[in-house]
């Protein structure tokens, strides 16, 4: 099996962003674990001044912290627990 081409990493990592931007607004936080960890996993990041979907995501996550400000939430982990 051939590794993935950086194009299909970067197209991946755009559709992943996206969705865990979506998941975010809608307040499903517990789908995206599976996904956040992908992403730790293998290292894929991205500079989110260049990317829209990471500032999407960056946004709502601020958001949805920023409703919540009774809960003590400074990680993904504690973010991801304070609504499973």
Do not use: C, W
Not at 15 to 26: F, G, K, P
Not at 59 to 70: E, F, H, L, Q
Request: proline residues 1%; without cysteine.
């Amino acid at each position: 099996m051939n590794k993935a081409s950086v194009e299909e990493l970067n197209n991946l990592h755009g559709m992943v962003a996206n969705q865990l931007a979506t998941l975010v607004r809608e307040g499903d936080l517990k789908a995206i674990e599976k996904a956040i960890s992908f992403l730790k996993n293998n290292n894929i990041t991205a500079d989110i001044v260049e990317s829209k979907p990471q500032q999407d995501l960056f946004t709502s996550i601020s958001n949805t912290v920023d409703n919540n400000k009774d809960k003590k939430i400074e990680t993904v982990e504690e973010l991801l627990k304070a609504y499973s």
